[in-house]
T-cell receptor, first 114, second 114 residues
Framework: GENVEQHPSTLSVQEGDSAVIKCTYS??????FPWYKQELGKRPQLIID?????GEKKDQRIAVTLNKTAKHFSLHITETQPEDSAVYFC?????????????FGKGTKLSVIP | EPEVTQTPSHQVTQMGQEVILRCVPI?????FYWYRQILGQKVEFLVS????????KSEIFDDQFSVERPDGSNFTLKIRSTKLEDSAMYFC????????????FGPGTRLTVT
């Protein structure tokens, strides 16, 4: 099955700086890579995603890049703000039998220091 | 904006008891999922459900677990005889399917087994 590795496990940045979180996946058949933000005690919230036919996608201060050859994808947050502080999870879709189970990385706890 | 809802938000039960966790997926979604998250760990896939049957299940989803869509709106997860290690946050998620991979999560039910 799919295996997703995520680094770093914790990341502290000064407000206004950029943050980068990296993930690798093992199954070359995976074709959808979402990122979720989870604040303490709350639901994982989909913040951006990318499909395997695209190399980069941006949404305001957030961008995701995908390198299919190397099987890794990254989340980039620019101009970080205190409200960006949360745990971020990458995931990959392992398709099968008409359904799409998400395989998650272990998460990155991002702290933005004011 | 439509959201996945879950009840109860917190369930405390004694070891060996049966629990039923309830979810109302987004109304036009066709695929439904249960995930769990042990405190401080990553989100893990349990089961996916489509067209009134299980599409996929993980190794965690053993004979103690079952899912059901008893009516047109609810989706339930039953644990027949709870164990201490079942203590976790259980998230329901849904997706449109038909090539739309985005999964939206409910707020979760925190299950505490004593």
């Amino acid at each position: 099955g799919e295996n997703v590795e995520q680094h770093p496990s914790t990341l502290s940045v000064q407000e206004g700086d950029s943050a980068v979180i990296k993930c690798t996946y093992s199954d070359s058949a995976s074709n959808y890579f979402p990122w979720y933000k989870q604040e303490l005690g709350k639901r994982p919230q989909l913040i951006i995603d990318i499909r395997s036919n695209v190399g980069e996608k941006k949404d305001q201060r957030i961008a995701v890049t995908l390198n299919k050859t190397a099987k890794h994808f990254s989340l980039h947050i620019t101009e970080t703000q205190p409200e960006d502080s949360a745990v971020y999870f990458c995931a990959a879709i392992t398709a099968g039998a008409g359904s799409y189970q998400l395989t998650f990385g272990k998460g990155t706890k991002l702290s933005v220091i004011p | 904006e439509p959201e996945v809802t879950q009840t109860p938000s917190h369930q405390v039960t004694q070891m060996g008891q049966e629990v039923i966790l309830r979810c109302v997926p987004i109304s036009n979604h066709l695929y439904f999922y249960w995930y769990r998250q042990i405190l401080g760990q990553k989100v893990e896939f349990l089961v996916s459900f489509y067209n009134n049957e299980i599409s996929e299940k993980s190794e965690i989803f053993d004979d103690q677990f079952s899912v059901e869509r008893p009516d047109g709106s609810n989706f339930t997860l039953k644990i027949r005889s709870t164990k201490l290690e079942d203590s976790a946050m259980y998230f329901c998620a849904s997706s449109e399917g038909q090539g739309s991979y985005e999964q939206y999560f409910g707020p979760g039910t925190r299950l505490t087994v004593t």
